[in-house]
C-alpha cells in the first residue's frame, strides 16, 4: 500500500524513474472523497484536486511518505487536475538532459457566463535536481485535450499524444524546449480511437539499437472502446506502418512498457460485457508484433 487516506481519493499515479539515481518518483492527485470530477469541474466542490509526490529507492517494494507540490505545479484557475495517467519519461538529449518530465491535465472554465461549464487542457510539469522540487511546465495552446503522455524524440524534441474531447483522432503537440512552451495541436489520422486514454512508449533508439522504434497502444475504433492494438513507429512518430491487435474485445485505458529482456509489456483494461471486468498484462516480442520482419539484435 503506497497511501491510503480513509474515505478520500489517492489516486491518477505517474511514476518516473530517474536513471542516474534509481530512485522511482511517483506523482499523485488528492481530493476530499465526497468531491467528485464534475463537481471539481465547475469549481463548486468543498475541497480541489491537490498534487503529490513519494519515492522508492528498493524498486517500489517501500516508499516515502507523499508530500504535497500543488504550490509549484497547478496554477489557481485550474480545477480538476490530473497527473498521467500513465508514465513520465527522463529526458536523454540537450541543454535540459536528465530532466524528469511528467504530462498532466487539468480543467478551466472558460466562459465567464456558464460557471457550469469546463474544458480540459494539457500541460507538463518537471524537476531538474532528481525529483527534490518540482515545477510547472507550458501548457499545449487550446482545450478539449486530455491525459497526454509523452514521448522524447532523437533530436530532443518531446512530442505530447494526448487524448481528444472531440472528433476520433490522438491529438499532437510539439516542444523544441523541454516542455517550457509547446506547439498548435494538430490530429494524427492513422491514430484513431474513441476518447480514451492511450500509451506512448520509446523501445529503441540509435545508435544503441540500430534504429528508431515507437510504441503506441490504444483500442483503435472510432465506434467505442475495444480492439486494443499496439502499433509501431520507425521514423519517430511520424507513420505507424505496423499495427497488431492485442485483444478484439472491449479494452480501454493501457500502459506499455519495455521489460529487461525486451520484450514488451502492455497493461490493459479488458472484458466480456464491457471493457472493466479486469487488467490483463500482455507480454510480446517485436518478431511477433511485426510478424518477423523485425527484432532487436
Excluded at 522511482?24 to 481530493?31: A, R
Excluded at 533530436?155 to 506547439?183: C, F, H, P
Aim: aromatic share 8%; net charge negative; proline share 5%.
Amino acid at each position: 500500500m503506497i497511501w491510503h487516506d480513509d474515505s478520500n481519493t489517492c489516486g491518477n499515479a505517474c511514476p518516473v524513474v530517474d536513471q542516474t539515481t534509481g530512485q522511482v518518483w511517483l506523482l499523485l492527485t488528492h481530493n476530499l472523497g465526497q468531491d467528485n470530477e464534475k463537481a471539481i469541474g465547475q469549481r463548486r466542490s468543498e475541497g480541489t484536486r491537490t498534487a503529490w509526490v513519494c519515492q522508492s529507492g528498493d524498486d517500489g517494494l517501500t516508499w516515502s511518505q507523499p508530500r504535497e507540490i500543488t504550490k509549484t505545479v497547478k496554477k489557481l484557475e485550474w480545477g480538476w487536475y490530473a497527473t498521467g495517467p500513465g508514465i513520465g519519461i527522463q529526458l536523454r538529449y540537450g541543454a535540459h538532459a536528465g530532466r524528469l518530465l511528467i504530462p498532466v491535465n487539468y480543467s478551466v472554465q472558460p466562459n465567464p457566463y456558464r460557471s457550469d461549464l469546463f474544458e480540459y487542457g494539457d500541460a507538463v510539469i518537471h524537476s531538474d535536481d532528481h525529483g527534490q522540487t518540482w515545477q510547472l511546465g507550458g501548457s499545449v495552446p487550446g482545450l478539449g485535450i486530455d491525459e497526454p503522455q509523452v514521448v522524447e524524440l532523437e533530436d530532443g524534441i518531446v512530442m505530447m499524444n494526448m487524448r481528444s474531447s472531440y472528433g476520433n483522432l490522438r491529438v499532437i503537440s510539439i516542444s523544441k524546449d523541454a516542455g517550457q512552451t509547446w506547439s498548435e495541436a494538430w490530429r494524427d489520422a492513422a491514430l484513431v480511437e474513441p476518447p480514451c486514454e492511450a500509451s506512448i512508449l520509446r523501445f529503441t533508439e540509435r545508435p544503441k539499437w540500430g534504429k528508431s522504434r515507437i510504441l503506441f497502444s490504444n483500442p483503435a475504433s472510432a465506434k467505442g472502446r475495444a480492439n486494443l492494438t499496439v502499433r509501431l513507429s520507425s521514423d519517430e512518430g511520424q507513420s505507424w506502418a505496423v499495427s497488431k491487435q492485442v485483444n478484439a474485445g472491449p479494452s480501454a485505458y493501457s500502459c506499455l512498457a519495455v521489460l529487461s529482456d525486451m520484450t514488451i509489456g502492455c497493461l490493459y483494461e479488458q472484458g466480456n460485457a464491457d471493457a472493466y471486468e479486469k487488467i490483463t498484462l500482455a507480454r510480446f516480442s517485436l518478431p511477433w508484433l511485426t510478424d518477423g520482419a523485425d527484432r532487436v539484435e
